[in-house]
């Protein structure tokens, strides 16, 4: 059973940057190597959405209103994915949740609130 813990969520001025992070447990760093990793939002009253994806090989996948100022990467030795976020807008204002998906399942983190402020 993968367990993940987000963390380095806060409030934040617009232009502002949060390094978010999401840390598995668990599993060991070899079946963590096999999870594609996810960062996925929701603002209130909104439906979770999308942020960004890496997946097994390192490929990259990210949200139209993120490009350019979010980075996701991952460290499988210390089963962990990161979010750097850039240049924060108010409408980045969400509870971020990560994500590890294998095919027919995922599991989630509890999420962390990220607040940017105008």
């Known amino acids: 059973q993968v367990q993940l813990v987000e963390s380095g969520g806060g409030l934040v001025q617009s232009g502002g940057s949060l390094s978010l992070s999401c840390a598995a447990s668990?599993?060991?760093?070899?079946?963590?190597?096999?999870?594609?990793m996810g960062w996925y939002r929701q603002a209130p009253g909104k439906q979770r959405e999308l942020v960004a994806t890496i997946s097994v090989g390192g490929s990259t996948n990210y949200a139209d209103s993120v490009k350019g100022r979010f980075t996701i990467s991952r460290d499988n030795a210390k089963k962990t994915v990161y979010l750097q976020m850039n240049s924060l807008k108010p409408e980045d204002t969400a509870v971020y949740y990560c994500?590890?998906?294998?095919?027919?399942?995922?599991?989630w983190g509890q999420g962390t609130q990220v607040i940017v402020s105008s």
């Open positions: 994500d590890a998906h294998i095919p027919n399942r995922d599991y």
């Open positions: 668990g599993i060991s760093g070899i079946i963590f190597r096999i999870y594609a």
